[in-house]
C-alpha cells in the first residue's frame, strides 16, 4: 500500500514547524513516531498535502518530574517512558508505556502522536483520563493547556488546533495513599486493546477513597471517563459491596440434552453455549478459535440446526438437544466424514476440524449430495488455516458418497442374520 503523493519537510526548531502549520494551515500533518499516522496514510484515509515531521526540534522529547507534576515530551517514545526512573514511579504511566505495542512500536511510536492520533483503541488516552492529566499546545500565538478530559472529542478527534503541535504531557504527582494501574484485555500480543482501564485511587486518612479516576479505552467512539463510577468510589472503601463484585447476577437452572444424555447446569444468563460445553461438561472437542462469530471451530448442531457456540448463550440452548464433535463417532467406528477427512488429508492441525465436520454433517443432513460449489457455500463460515479447502471439499464428497451408498443398501432380512 503506497501512501498518497504529499510533501515532505523537516523543520530545525519548533517555531519553524509551526510557521509551516500557519501557513499550510488544514493541510498538514506531523510526523512523530509514525506509528499511528502511517497506517492512515497508506489506507489513505490521511492525505496531507505536507507531511511536517518534528526529528529534528529540540526539547520534545525530555521526561521532567516536578514538585507537582512529571512533563513528558510529546515525541518521547513509549520505551524511553517505560525505562524513565522518574516515570517508573507513576505506576499507570509506566505500566502502559511497557504495555503498549510490540517492542518495534514501543521503540518508534510516541506518546504525543498517540494522543493526537486519538484511536479510540490506544492506551495512552486512558492513562491520561484516569490520572487527569494536562496537555500542551504550543502555536505561534502561545501555549494553551488543555485537560485531558477536555481533549478526545470524537474518533482521530482532538481539542488541537491545526496550527498546534503537542509539545508536552503533564501527569499529576500522585498524592500519598494513591495506587493504579492500567489494564487491557488484547486478542494477541502487541494488538490494540479490546478494552482497557486506566484507575487511579487515593484513600484519605480515613482509608476511604478520598478521589478516583477512571478512563477507558475502546469501549466507545472515543476514550472516556467513568465520572458516575468515580463518583460511587469516593467515600467507600473501595472493596467487593463498592465495585458491585458482591452483586451476584441471578443463575438459571437448565437442561440440555448433549449428544443424546441429558445435562443440567447452574447457569448465569451471560455463560456462552461454548463455555457450558467445555468448561461445565468438559467436552473440550469444540474448539474457540476467535470469540467474534468468524472462524467457526465452535460449531454444533442445536436441534439438528449448525450454529456457532461461542454465539449462543448457554440459557438459549434449555431444552434443546446439541449435538458435538464428541457424539460424531459411533464408539469405536468412525463417522464417515472423520474416515474421509482420515483418508483425503483434510486436516493438517485439525484446530478448525470438530467444527468443520458438525457444520459438514449439517450440510449432508439437509442435502445428501451437494454439489462443489454446496459445499464451498455450506462451509463459508468455517475458516481452515493450514490445511486449504481442496482436500476439505473432496472429504466431504467421499463422506456424501459413503452415505448415499450406506442408505441406498437395502437392510439385510431378519432371517437371514
Ligand atoms: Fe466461534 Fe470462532 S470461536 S466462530
Ligand atoms: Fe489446521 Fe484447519 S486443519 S486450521
Redesign the pocket.
Known sequence: MIPAAFEYVRPPSLAAALRVLREREGGAKLLAGGYSLLPLLKLRLAQPGILVDLRDVDGLDGIVETESELRIGGRATHRRIHEDPAAARYSIVHEAAGGIGDPQVRNWGTIGGSCAHADPSSDWPAVLLATKATIVCRSETGERMIAARDFFLDTFQTAIEPTEILTEIRFPRPGPRTGGSYQKLERRAGDFATVGVAVRVQLGADGRVADAGIGLTAVADTPFAATDAEAALIGTDGGDAAIGEDREMSTQHITVTVNGEAREAEVEPRLLLVHLLRDVFGLTGTHI?CDTSNCG?CTVLVDGESAKSCTMLAVQADGRAVSTIEGLANGATLHPLQQAFWDQH????????PG?LMQASWLLAGNADPSEQEIREGIAGN?????GYVN?VKSIQQAAAVMRAADETPAEPAAAR
Do not use: D, P, Y
Open positions: 478459535g471451530a483434510g486436516l493438517q492441525c485439525g484446530f478448525c476440524t468443520m475458516l481452515c488455516r493450514c490445511t476439505i
